[in-house]
């Protein structure tokens, strides 16, 4: 039976203790090196000589992301798709791709900003991409029009969030997202896709042009670089109707 993965905290960075340790802990699990339950609070507090207070803050927090899931009088366990997600990090062949697209690529004209700007992060996203409090990301908002070349009703709303240093001038972004990242270098080689159902909100409704209520996919995704790096975290809203799952197989 293998050694459980030793922790350490980094001690020169400048976030709050609870937070560094939560870092650690996704970080392991991203990597698959939790197979399937967590160290107690208890037993984190001690292993790293860190109040249990500490130790309750960072699982909760990776708790409320879905991250794990806490069994009364059993302990702390990865969720189902995490589970899925570290076993596929040990296997030595290449992993299988799915992504939910839209029937076909946006074009220019079927495609309209709703932001490009500069932003202090959302804790979301200071979770999501390992950064710092305060730290500012740059933020690209648009809406895709149900039909190619004709303008909405829009099919589906998209925000891509990254750190600031890879994207200074958000302002002045234009073309397709995945084009630039290519251009880069920065093409992810791994991405953690969540997918739940929902009916539109009113907000939603009005910036999509639908009815509220309407079947919406919510399509959450992470995406990593070639050394693990956070790159971007990814937010869809799209049409249940015009939403397509593609699973490639390599």
Same mark, same amino acid.
């Given at each position: 039976?293998? !050694?459980?993965?030793?922790?350490?905290?980094?001690?020169? +960075? @400048?976030?709050?203790?609870?937070?560094?340790?939560?870092?650690?802990?996704?970080?392991?699990?991203?990597? @698959?090196?939790?197979?399937? @339950?967590?160290?107690?609070?208890?037993?984190? !507090?001690?292993?790293?000589?860190?109040?249990?207070?500490?130790?309750?803050?960072?699982?909760?927090?990776?708790?409320?992301? $879905?991250?794990?899931?806490? &069994? *009364?009088?059993? $302990?702390?366990?990865?969720?189902? %798709?995490?589970?899925?997600? +570290?076993?596929?990090?040990? &296997?030595?062949?290449?992993?299988?791709?799915?992504?939910?697209? !839209?029937?076909?690529?946006?074009?220019?004209?079927?495609? =309209?900003?709703?932001?490009? =700007?500069?932003?202090?992060?959302?804790?979301?996203?200071?979770?999501?991409? @390992?950064? !710092? %409090?305060?730290?500012?990301?740059? *933020?690209?908002?648009?809406?895709?029009?149900?039909?190619?070349?004709?303008?909405?009703?829009?099919?589906?709303?998209?925000? &891509?969030?990254?750190?600031? #240093?890879?994207?200074?001038?958000? =302002?002045?972004?234009?073309?397709?997202?995945?084009?630039?990242?290519?251009?880069?270098?920065?093409?992810?080689? &791994?991405?953690? =896709?969540?997918?739940?159902?929902?009916?539109?909100?009113?907000?939603?409704?009005?910036?999509?042009? #639908?009815?509220?209520?309407?079947?919406?996919?919510?399509?959450?995704? #992470?995406?990593? $670089?070639?050394? $693990?790096?956070?790159?971007?975290?990814?937010?869809?809203?799209?049409?249940?109707?015009?939403?397509?799952?593609?699973?490639?197989?390599?």
């Amino acid at each position: 039976m293998s !050694s459980q993965p030793l922790l350490e905290i980094d001690s020169s +960075a @400048g976030q709050p203790l609870y937070l560094r340790l939560m870092q650690q802990l996704l970080d392991e699990v991203r990597q @698959g090196r939790w197979q399937t @339950g967590l160290p107690s609070e208890r037993k984190l !507090s001690h292993r790293l000589s860190v109040s249990r207070h500490t130790a309750r803050r960072a699982l909760d927090l990776l708790c409320q992301r $879905g991250m794990l899931e806490r &069994r *009364r009088g059993s $302990g702390t366990y990865l969720a189902r %798709p995490l589970v899925e997600a +570290a076993a596929e990090a040990k &296997r030595a062949a290449a992993p299988a791709a799915a992504r939910v697209t !839209s029937q076909a690529p946006a074009s220019p004209a079927a495609r =309209q900003w709703l932001a490009r =700007q500069a932003d202090v992060a959302t804790p979301e996203e200071l979770f999501a991409l @390992g950064l !710092s %409090p305060r730290t500012q990301v740059a *933020r690209l908002q648009w809406r895709e029009a149900a039909t190619p070349g004709a303008p909405g009703p829009w099919a589906a709303l998209e925000t &891509r969030c990254l750190a600031l #240093q890879l994207l200074p001038r958000p =302002q002045q972004f234009e073309q397709p997202f995945e084009d630039w990242l290519a251009e880069q270098d920065l093409t992810p080689v &791994r991405e953690l =896709q969540r997918l739940r159902a929902c009916n539109a909100t009113p907000e939603l409704a009005q910036l999509l042009g #639908q009815p509220p209520g309407v079947a919406l996919l919510h399509v959450t995704r #992470q995406s990593y $670089g070639r050394q $693990g790096q956070a790159l971007v975290l990814s937010q869809s809203y799209r049409l249940a109707s015009q939403a397509g799952l593609v699973l490639e197989l390599c």
